[in-house]
């Protein structure tokens, strides 16, 4: 059984290239057809539109000798809550306001105005330095000039 195999000559890159030119149709068919459906998929989905910014959150540099800290709350502590006050009713009230995002949706309540804010604004925490931790706040949209 073994000597059957070892019998066997290696393939050559020539005939590598014949049985591609022979099985081409495998080939071009399913390359021709995810081309399209990806073409397709390009030109009918909806343009989606992204504004982030990095917030960073440093601790004290300052010795406590020379000043005391008047923070007592850690890193993360802070990172929360400058999440909840930017992602508050009453911030996001005044955003829509100063830069009109819902002025072509009519007879939307101002609370869906502000859940559709919410859900298309996204933070996460990274922590790539313990010492300072950068706080990335996005949003996402459909017009690029509210985006």
């Known amino acids: ?54 917030i ?15 923070v007592t709350s850690t890193i993360n502590e ?8 930017i992602l508050s009713r009453s911030n996001l009230e005044k955003i829509i306001d100063q830069f009109g995002l819902f002025a072509d949706v ?6 869906d105005q502000v859940a559709a804010l919410r859900s298309g604004s996204r933070s996460r925490l990274k922590e790539p330095d313990p010492m300072q931790k950068p706080f990335p706040l996005s949003f996402r949209g459909m017009n690029p000039r509210r985006s």
């Not at 073409?39 to 989905?45: D, G, I, K, R, S």
């Not at 009519?106 to 609370?111: N, V």
Request: glycine share 4%; hydrophobic share 40%; proline share 6%.
């Open 1 to 54: 059984m073994a000597d059957q195999f070892q019998s066997q000559m290696p393939i050559k890159p020539d005939q590598i290239l014949e049985i591609i030119i022979r099985r081409r149709w495998f080939i071009l068919i399913p390359f021709c057809i995810t081309m399209t459906l990806g073409l397709f998929h390009t030109l009918t989905a909806g343009k989606t539109y992204e504004a982030s910014t990095l």
């Open 56 to 70: 960073l959150v440093q601790p004290q540099r300052v010795p406590t000798n020379y000043v005391r800290s008047v």
């Open 78 to 85: 802070r990172i929360s809550t400058i999440s909840q006050q």
């Open 106 to 111: 009519k007879g939307m309540y101002l609370e």
